[in-house]
Antibody
Framework: QVQLQESGPGLVKPSQTLSLACTVSGASISSGGYYWSWIRQHPGEGLEWIGYIYKSGSTFYNPSLKSRLTISVDTSKNQFSLKLSSVTAADTAVYFC??????????????WGQGTLVTVSS | QSVLTQPPSASGTPGQRVTISCSGSSSNIGSNTVNWYKQLPGTAPKLLIYSNNQRPSGVPDRFSGSKSGSSASLAISGLQSEDEADYYCAAWDDSLNGVVFGGGTKLTVL
């Protein structure tokens, strides 16, 4: 069973970089057999796709976030990470990491982390 | 403003059948498969339907999905109190080159 756990600061100052990591257990990041995704949910609102990484390096990003976004993997820690630069209050949200086998679709996400609230405030 | 359009709310009584619609366009639902998620308050979404009408292991057959043209629907039969949740549709969008979600439908079991 694949399990994911987000970690990172819960409070980020405006204009700084939001950095989150997702630790994966039950699957190997280095195997390249999964799409590893980030999705966020603004308070009281719907889901917003952030992006995903697969094949240990290829990425697809939400066009509206692309200029500020980096998703990468750290195979030594079996983690993938999210970095979002120049954050504003509009980036305050619950951030979910997620994964789905490469045999499926990156839109049909099987495994989710519990989510972590990141607040952007000074 | 979500790319995929869902009604904000739906309701039904126990045992009833309810449907939730998801409307898109030729660049998303019209040319790609639709997936549905269920989300309980304070928890992560759970995949309910993939590839328009397929249920992951463990999802009851009370849940079914369909697609026609650029629209899709989720049907829940034999409504139960534990079905009260938010439901989201999702699809790939060829124009945006990314995943798009519906705005979500809050289902209330009366």
């Amino acid at each position: 069973q694949v399990q994911l756990q987000e970690s990172g600061p819960g409070l980020v100052k405006p204009s700084q970089t939001l950095s989150l990591a997702c630790t994966v257990s039950g699957a190997s990041i280095s195997s390249g057999g999964y799409y590893w995704s980030w999705i966020r949910q603004h308070p009281g609102e719907g889901l917003e796709w952030i992006g995903y990484i697969y094949k240990s390096g290829s990425t697809f990003y939400n066009p509206s976030l692309k200029s500020r976004l980096t998703i990468s993997v750290d195979t030594s820690k079996n983690q993938f990470s999210l970095k979002l630069s120049s954050v504003t209050a509009a980036d305050t949200a619950v951030y979910f990491c997620a994964g789905t086998p490469y045999s499926g679709s990156p839109v049909a996400i099987d495994y989710w982390g519990q989510g972590t609230l990141v607040t952007v405030s000074s | 403003q979500s790319v995929l359009t869902q009604p904000p709310s739906a309701s039904g009584t126990p045992g009833q059948r309810v449907t939730i619609s998801c409307s898109g366009s030729s660049s998303n639902i019209g040319s790609n498969t639709v997936n549905w998620y269920k989300q309980l308050p304070g928890t992560a979404p759970k995949l309910l339907i993939y590839s328009n009408n397929q249920r992951p292991s463990g999802v009851p057959d009370r849940f079914s999905g369909s697609k026609s043209g650029s629209s899709a629907s989720l049907a829940i039969s034999g409504l139960q109190s534990e079905d009260e949740a938010d439901y989201y549709c999702a699809a790939w969008d060829d124009s945006l080159n990314g995943v798009v979600f519906g705005g979500g439908t809050k289902l209330t079991v009366l």
